[in-house]
């Protein structure tokens, strides 16, 4: 069963699904700049100028030049549309050093770019141990060659600042090339490594996100989804990236609803709000005492709460309720959503105070 939109791939054992680009439908605009958008390893994009007027359409390989040497990746942008990406991503535009494309890619060049790629994983495991080695308080989670073979970028992750100048110059001399270290986060790592997100789709991070922003904890809760963060994290342990698509429209959303929802008082008892689906606009009450569970729509909040103001406490009917059945979680302390947000250290100390050592016992 497949949808409009997207088609599998499977050439040479490797399947993949390639999801519709709305982007090619687009005219071309390459006359109104010569800045080109080309994608490199990964997510990795940087930005160049056409200045020889060469016909490049997205999906093209080029070659294109670097301080020294050449790279070779794909066009992804052209013309209008690459020049905004620029202003948008490249906060000092002005300052920013653009090299230029020398020309689209021959047969020579693609070999010489897989005989560089061929080089990446064994070069990644002798450089994982060096760190060790040298005893440095960090990880290597990619390398990634450039297309001359002559200059590789080493991804490192690392909680703190890491003095690697010893380690460069071992690199330099175990593999005889250019040394380049950036350091990257656990977006970024899980983005170079890539996998199938929970929704079925290869991850974001490495398909066409490129920035990364930390999330908080509100954004789930705004949108009143799960607090267990085994189900909010992502394959990078952090909170899943697709929780900021659609909070913007929750937050619009909230606002018709009141700052504080206060608990009814009906003929049958106190109602206490449990929770608000904002794009239904309904709230789901809780009576007092094991009453039941119902929802009611905004509108009848409202009036509810100007009856209660006059004294009145309506009887809801059965028309005005919707009961559903609503699994209540306990959520332990270690799939709390807001882990994220705190001090593993002060948790992990708080658990370990709780288990005291069992006495030994003496032999017979």
Not at 131 to 159: N, S, T
Not at 168 to 173: E, H, N, S
Request: aromatic share 8%.
């Amino acid at each position: 069963m497949s949808c409009t939109g997207c088609s599998f791939n499977n050439t040479a054992g490797n399947l993949s699904i390639n999801s519709y680009s709305w982007l090619d439908e687009l005219p071309d605009t390459s006359d109104q700049s010569d800045i080109v958008e080309v994608k490199f390893k990964s997510t990795r994009k940087e930005y160049y100028k056409n200045s020889d007027k060469i016909d490049l359409k997205r999906g093209d390989k080029v070659v294109v030049a670097t301080a020294p040497g050449h790279d070779v990746g794909e066009v992804t942008l052209t013309g209008y549309l690459a020049e905004k990406q620029f202003k948008l991503k490249i906060k000092n535009s002005e300052s920013y050093r653009m090299n230029s494309v020398y020309r689209k890619s021959t047969a020579a060049d693609v070999a010489l770019l897989q005989n560089s790629r061929n080089r990446e994983k064994p070069v990644m495991i002798r450089a994982r141990q060096i760190v060790l080695e040298l005893g440095l308080d960090m990880k290597i989670g990619d390398v990634e060659f450039r297309g001359d073979g002559k200059k590789a970028i080493f991804y490192y992750l690392a909680d703190g600042r890491v003095d690697f100048r010893e380690l460069i110059k071992v690199y330099a001399r175990e593999f005889g090339i250019l040394i380049e270290m950036k350091q990257i986060g656990a977006r970024q790592e899980a983005g170079i490594v890539g996998g199938i997100g929970s929704c079925g789709r290869e991850l974001c991070c490495s398909s066409w996100r490129t920035n990364f922003k930390s999330i908080s904890s509100n954004a789930a809760l705004t949108q009143g989804l799960s607090p267990s963060a085994l189900k909010m994290a992502g394959a990078c342990g952090k909170l899943k990236c697709c929780l900021m698509y659609e909070l913007d429209t929750y937050i619009e959303a909230q606002k018709d609803f009141p700052r504080e929802l206060l608990n009814l008082e009906l003929a049958k008892g106190i109602a206490r709000p449990f929770k608000t689906d904002y794009l239904k606009k309904e709230i789901c009450y809780i009576m007092e005492g094991g009453g039941g569970m119902f929802y009611l729509s905004l509108q009848q909040v409202k009036d509810i709460i100007q009856k209660n103001k006059r004294g009145i406490r309506p009887e809801i009917g059965s028309a005005g309720e919707k009961a559903k059945e609503e699994n209540q979680m306990e959520v332990k302390l270690d799939e709390r959503l807001d882990r994220f947000d705190k001090n593993k250290r002060s948790i992990n100390k708080k658990r370990r105070s709780k288990f005291k050592p069992r006495p030994a016992e003496s032999g017979k």
